[in-house]
C-alpha cells in the first residue's frame, strides 16, 4: 500500500498542476460567470468546469476504473478507490480576486480517505496528507504541518467562511453563540482557513452544509497533522454536512458543547 499511495500521490499532485494552469490563466481576468441557483448565488466559471473536465480525463486514462466524484462533473463506478475534486474551492473568491481559493483532490479507498491534497495557486501552497504524514510545500520547500496545542475556548481563534452560508438559521444561532467563548473570529477564508490550522495558525474552522469535495481532502492534513476534522455530531466527514475542526479533542467537545 505504501509504494501505492505514493504513486498516487505523485498523480494527484500532476492532477493539482494541471489545475493551477487553468486557474492562474483565468485568475483576476474578465471571465464568464454563471450562476447555480434559482434564488441566491452559487457562481460558477470557465476555469471551473475546464479544470474538472481536464482532471477527469487524466484520471479516466491513467484509473479508467476509478470512480470519481467532482463538484462540476461525476463519473461514478463500483470501484473501491474514489477521486473526489473540487476544481475551484471559493469560487466567490476567485471572481472577486481574493486569492484564497484552491483545488481540493482526494482519494477514498472503500469509503475511508487515504489522500489529502489542498492547492492555493495564488499564494504557490500545496498542502497534501497521506498515510500519517502531513506537509505543506511553499516556493519549493517542504515543511511538516502540526497544528496549535490550544485547548482553552478563551484562547482559540475560530474562522468560518461565513454564517450566512450555513445550511439553517438554527446552525447560525448555534455558531453565534460559539463565538461568544472563543478569543477572536474572521469571515472568509473557504478551504485556506483548513489549511492555517493545520500549519499552526489558527484553532477552530466552523461550517454547515458542506459537500464531500469541499471537505474529503482536508481530512488526512488535518488529522496527521495532530489536528481533529468530524461533523458537529462526531461522525466522519466523508458525505460533508456539519463540520468542525480543532487543535485538539478537548477543544472540539468545548466547542461542541456551545452548539446545542
Partial sequence: ?????????KFANLLADEARKISLKYFKKKIVVRNKLKEGFD????????????????????????????????????NEFEWCIDPIDG??????????????ISLSKNNKIILGLV?????DERYCGFNDIAFKVSKGRKKKLRVKKTKKLSDAILNTTSPYLFQSKKDQKFFKNLIKYVKTVRLGGDCYSYCLLADGHIDIVVESGLKPWDIRALEPIIKNAGGILETWEGNKIHNGGRIIATTSRELFKKASRKMK
Fill in 43 to 78: 457562481p460558477v466559471t470557465y476555469a471551473d468546469t475546464k479544470i474538472q473536465k481536464n482532471l477527469n480525463k487524466l484520471i479516466l486514462k491513467t484509473y479508467p476504473n476509478h470512480s470519481i466524484l467532482g463538484e462540476e462533473e461525476s463519473f461514478i463506478k463500483k
Fill in 119 to 123: 492547492d492555493i495557486p495564488a499564494l
Fill in 91 to 104: 469560487t466567490k473568491s476567485y471572481i472577486q480576486g481574493v486569492p484564497l481559493w484552491g483545488t481540493l
Fill in 1 to 9: 500500500m505504501n509504494n501505492d499511495i505514493k504513486k498516487f500521490n
